[in-house]
């Protein structure tokens, strides 16, 4: 049986770009929880930020690694090690750049 590992956690940050995200404007407070899992994709061509790293959740980007704390995650991502963020924190109170907080982890396999 395969077993599927999360590293220690490489990053926390928070995730800005939800005044953007579509997504995020349609979820409901339940629809988060912590320990939910977020895909992470590279976006080097990305006209703004050549280490640009989206943040994916239920097929549908949600936000951006900040700028600054995302070079070593985007080139991680291009080396094609597998990545994954987890919600630690979705606090309402908060306002949209400090809402959504995640940690970074590589993710590896065992038999």
């Not at 700028?67 to 991502?77: A, C, P, T, V, Y």
């Amino acid at each position: 049986m395969t077993t599927r590992n999360l590293s220690p956690s490489l990053s926390l940050l928070y995730i800005p770009g939800l005044t953007h995200s579509p997504l995020y404007k349609t979820l409901a407070a339940e629809d988060l929880a912590e320990g939910d899992e977020f895909s992470l994709l590279a976006d080097p061509t990305n006209r703004f930020d050549q280490y640009a790293v989206k943040v994916i959740a239920k097929g549908e980007q949600l936000g951006w690694i900040p700028k600054g704390q995302n070079e070593d995650i985007s080139r991680l991502l291009l080396e094609g090690k597998p990545l994954v963020a987890v919600l630690t924190e979705h606090n309402l109170s908060q306002n949209l750049s400090r809402r959504i907080r995640v940690s970074v982890h590589t993710v590896s396999f065992t038999e």
